[in-house]
């Protein structure tokens, strides 16, 4: 069974730079599976960040890009703000009509 | 503006059927531009994809692997909604279900609902 792999955590310090990735268990990422980003705060449902790679959604903020980096989707918050501290998860085609989400990384700024 | 609304009981028997709506306002459940999914969310098992229809002059259906011998989507074009049945279900279908919407080609989930806990438990 394909699994999708995140960083559990992170940490990262205001304004500086942070990558958070999205790997397969088995082989690479890459555009076919047209990767997606959400961030989720407590209480609240996902909200979409990027979408088949690298196409920010409406209002979210051009700090957040989105990429493949080597085997893996990337996502990159440039100059993190302090309400970038958020769940962030990834979400992958694995065609045939089937996505598969990544366990999520918990982002701390400070 | 889409909105998108999860209706249905909030604790349900084990080996019974779990049965939810969404209720779409601002689109239609047959538009031929939309993809219209289920995803739930436990601590034990994260974000988790179930299912998804559309419609393209037929209707179209997904189902994850590992609950497609348990699960039914099925629109309902004259409510404007659709529903997801979940047959049989144990203490680890426990989670809060959510309905979205995803543009055909945009193979995402740009649209939530707020979420439906669901609780199983005797």
């Known amino acids: 069974q394909t699994v999708v792999t995140q960083e559990p955590s992170f940490s990262v310090s205001p304004g500086e730079t942070v990558t958070l990735t999205c790997g397969l268990s088995?082989?690479?990422?890459?555009?076919?599976?047209?990767p997606s980003w959400y961030q989720q705060s407590p209480g609240q449902p996902p909200r979409t960040l990027i979408y088949?790679?690298?196409i920010r959604s409406s209002g979210v903020p051009d700090r957040f890009s989105g990429s493949i980096v080597g085997n893996k989707a990337a996502l990159t918050i440039t100059g993190a703000q302090a309400d970038d501290e958020s769940d962030y998860y990834c979400?992958?085609?694995?065609?045939?009509?089937?996505?598969?989400f990544g366990g999520g990384t918990k982002l701390t700024v400070l | 503006q889409l909105q998108l609304r999860e209706s249905g009981p909030g604790l349900v028997k084990p080996s019974q059927t779990l049965s939810l709506t969404c209720a779409i306002s601002?689109?239609?459940?047959?538009?031929?531009?939309?993809?219209w999914h289920w995803i739930r969310q436990s601590p034990s098992r994260g974000l988790e994809w179930l299912g998804r229809?559309?419609?393209?002059?037929?209707?179209?259906?997904n189902y994850a692997v590992s609950l497609s011998s348990r699960m039914t989507i099925n629109p309902d074009t004259s409510m404007n909604q659709f529903s997801l049945d979940l047959d049989s279900v144990t203490p680890e279908d426990t989670a809060v279900y959510f309905c979205?919407?995803?543009?055909?080609?945009?193979?995402?989930?740009?649209?939530w609902g707020q979420g439906a806990l669901v609780t199983v438990s005797s």
């Open positions: 088949t790679t690298n």
């Open positions: 229809i559309y419609y393209r002059s037929n209707w179209y259906y």
């Open positions: 979400v992958l085609y694995m065609g045939s009509g089937i996505w598969v």
């Open positions: 601002g689109d239609s459940v047959s538009s031929n531009s939309a993809v």
């Open positions: 979205t919407r995803g543009d055909a080609g945009s193979w995402a989930f740009g649209y």
């Open positions: 088995s082989g690479s990422v890459s555009t076919i599976h047209h």
